[in-house]
């Protein structure tokens, strides 16, 4: 009996001693297998959305390794993790947060891009939230007042359709409005077809007037370009009339000046002027003077003029 209890006992230690072996070279192998290929990078994101420590990233959808950090920083968190390889990444590469099932956990999807640069070890890659299930029925119960104000808000509207279109005369109305449009729609149809030569002809016309229109100015661009030169220099000929114009209104000015100081002048008493055209018996003595010089020049040839001329001195 204790040989048989000796040899279960043996056959035990083997056994749990085999096991802690091979649990140890897992263990062992699988770090040696993380330090010999599996590469760290870095995910920069606004919001983590529950990812945490050896969540599984996938690229592609292939798993390729697992997140081993999750630091906070100013404006959102850096996610780290370890994948076995990153040579198919790219400078454009994009991670996103995702549920890992729908009862819950957090996966990180990698879009490889599609840049002609590598992505290096160095790099960071640009990360995006958008949500799920969870996020979706927490924004539903923030809405959900408004959301049954909403429904309470159709129902009313449904229940005054409900009592509008209960009303003949209403629905009636709204078949003749559809007739009259039906009406009118196919009024318009037959003016169309029975018009539409002449609508072609019209378009044909407007064309070739276009045409028309645009060989004119093409033709007459020259004539027209001779026409702005030769007004340019008629407004420069109209401008140096002008300022002729003004001078001569200046001197004009100088005139009336001189005529008003004349006229002043000729208002003075104590003036020749004034005595010429306003004294009436200066001007008959002034008459009086010419007739009698008038007839001293009309004597003159008969008579002569006697002169009595005595030399030396005064008796």
Known sequence: MNKGL?????????TLLSAVLLIAGIIIGKGILARTSF???????????????A?????NGVKRGAVTAVQPVQGGVVITASIDNIADLRKDALAKIMILEITGGRKIEITPG???DALLAQDTIRGIYTGDIADLIAILGEVGPDLKNIVRNLDTI???????????????????????ITEVAETANILLKQNKSGINTIVNDLTATTDELRHLVKTNSPKVDKLVVQLDSTLVEARKLIKTGDKAVVGVDDLVKNVDGFISD???KDNIIHKFIYDAEFNH???STIARLQVFLDNLPVNGVNV????????
């Open 6 to 14: 000796s040899a279960e006992v043996k056959v035990g230690a083997v």
């Open 39 to 53: 590469t760290a990078i870095t995910m920069k994101m606004q919001s983590s959305g529950g990812v945490e420590i």
């Open 55 to 59: 969540s599984p990233v996938l690229v």
């Open 114 to 116: 599609t840049s002609n």
């Open 158 to 180: 449904a229940a005054q359709g409900s009592a509008l279109l209960a009303d003949g005369r209403v629905v009636s109305d709204a078949r003749r409005a559809v007739t009259n």
């Open 266 to 268: 000729a208002k003075n």
């Open 285 to 287: 003595r002034l008459d």
């Open 308 to 315: 009595n001329v005595r030399l030396g001195s005064r008796p």
